[in-house]
């Protein structure tokens, strides 16, 4: 199980293809743990536009406007996010307090069905680069 790392080469890049001709909005996920955690569990993150990984646990608690800091209109942006990424990654892990993952995942069931929705008609991509 390896830490998240700020190395783009770990990092996977969906197309959710609702855009005109089916390119982006797109969103970059890592697996992995989050350096220091002692649960060693291997969680997805997402990278948030301002460089940020976040747990996607965590996400599913945010407002939908919140959650559109994690789509990408396009590749280039992709990769301006990812250029601008240096030194130790940035990391924001903690669920929101008084909340558990399993009443998160309770509470996110259409944000989970929607995004599932989403990643299954999204088509992996090769990082450009």
Same mark, same amino acid.
């Given at each position: 199980?390896?830490?998240?790392?700020?190395?783009?080469?770990?990092?996977?890049?969906?197309?959710?293809?609702?855009?005109?001709?089916?390119?982006g909005?797109?969103?970059?996920?890592?697996?992995?743990?989050?350096?220091?955690?002692?649960?060693?569990?291997?969680?997805?993150?997402?990278?948030?536009?301002?460089?940020?990984?976040v747990?996607?646990?965590?996400?599913?608690?945010?407002? #939908?406007?919140?959650?559109?800091?994690?789509?990408?209109?396009?590749a280039?942006?992709?990769?301006?996010v990812?250029?601008?990424?240096?030194?130790?990654?940035?990391? #924001?892990d903690?669920?929101? #307090?008084?909340l558990?993952?399993q #009443?998160?995942?309770?509470?996110?069931?259409?944000?989970?069905?929607?995004?599932m929705?989403?990643?299954?008609?999204?088509?992996?991509?090769?990082?450009?680069?």
């Open positions: 199980m390896a830490n998240i790392s700020n190395d783009y080469n770990r990092c996977e890049l969906f197309n959710v293809g609702s855009a005109p001709n089916g390119r909005p797109f969103f970059i996920r890592q697996l992995g743990t989050s350096p220091g955690n002692v649960s060693f569990s291997n969680d997805p993150y997402l990278l948030r536009k301002d460089g940020v990984w747990l996607t646990l965590r996400v599913y608690t945010l407002s #939908e406007v919140e959650r559109e800091q994690f789509m990408y209109a396009s280039a942006e992709v990769m301006q990812l250029d601008g990424l240096d030194g130790p990654p940035v990391i #924001e903690q669920l929101p #307090e008084g558990s993952r #009443e998160i995942l309770s509470k996110a069931e259409t944000a989970i069905s929607r995004l929705d989403a990643m299954k008609q999204a088509k992996q991509c090769s990082m450009p680069g």
